[in-house]
T-cell receptor
Framework: EPEVTQTPSHQVTQMGQEVILRCVPI?????FYWYRQILGQKVEFLVS????????KSEIFDDQFSVERPDGSNFTLKIRSTKLEDSAMYFC??????????FGPGTRLTVL | GEDVEQSLFLSVREGDSSVINCTYT??????LYWYKQEPGAGLQLLTY?????DMKQDQRLTVLLNKKDKHLSLRIADTQTGDSAIYFC???????????FGTGTRLQVFP
């Protein structure tokens, strides 16, 4: 069964460093998303992406964040200068039509 | 605004039914979802219901939607130890495809 994959599973970085989180959505899906879950808190929407552009973003998704689909398979989230409060589990999701979003296993980001 | 609430914890005996509840504030939802999160894992889509439906059954899972009370529930029949996980309800709305998640309910199944 096709699934969303994410790498790395765990990323540790120093405050102020740039990180890139990678996702490979399900191959025939057209809509892509990033969510995050701070430990013990709700899963929060960050950004949605369709047709090579951002379709919606939350207040969390400020100028430090960017997304890209550099080729036909990968979907990346970049955080330019990480802060302690960026420590969270980051989930990528994709969908073919919009109703069913399928999530990846997540990348745990730890900012020291 | 959009707010989705769930009780934090539910403990049931193996073989019993579990009922996980969710309340929401925004009545303009289009779809309502249940996701399962096992320890250290991602979010697994269990089932979803269109907002004009009252009920959906899928094997051991039954989803009930009461739009008047803005209440969604997930019933798991014959609960097994493998059902132990955190269960999230989530909503989507017209003109947006972002999901709004609840706080999650930790289901613990004991023998």
């Amino acid at each position: 069964e096709p699934e969303v994959t994410q790498t790395p599973s765990h990323q540790v970085t120093q405050m102020g460093q740039e990180v890139i989180l990678r996702c490979v959505p399900i191959s025939n899906h057209l809509y892509f998303y990033w969510y995050r879950q701070i430990l013990g808190q709700k899963v929060e929407f960050l950004v949605s992406f369709y047709n090579n552009e951002i379709s919606e973003k939350s207040e969390i998704f400020d100028d430090q964040f960017s997304v890209e689909r550099p080729d036909g398979s990968n979907f990346t989230l970049k955080i330019r200068s990480t802060k302690l409060e960026d420590s969270a589990m980051y989930f990528c999701a994709s969908t073919e039509r919009g109703e069913e979003q399928f999530f990846g296993p997540g990348t745990r980001l730890t900012v020291l | 605004g959009e707010d989705v609430e769930q009780s934090l914890f539910l403990s049931v005996r193996e073989g019993d039914s579990s009922v996980i509840n969710c309340t929401y504030t925004d009545s303009s939802s289009t779809y309502l979802y249940w996701y399962k999160q096992e320890p250290g894992a991602g979010l697994q889509l269990l089932t979803y219901i269109f907002s004009n439906m009252d009920m959906k059954q899928d094997q051991r899972l039954t989803v009930l939607l009461n739009k008047k009370d803005k209440h969604l529930s997930l019933r798991i029949a014959d609960t097994q130890t493998g059902d132990s996980a955190i269960y999230f309800c989530a909503e989507s709305y017209l003109n947006t495809d972002k999901l709004i998640f609840g706080t999650g309910t930790r289901l613990q199944v004991f023998p």
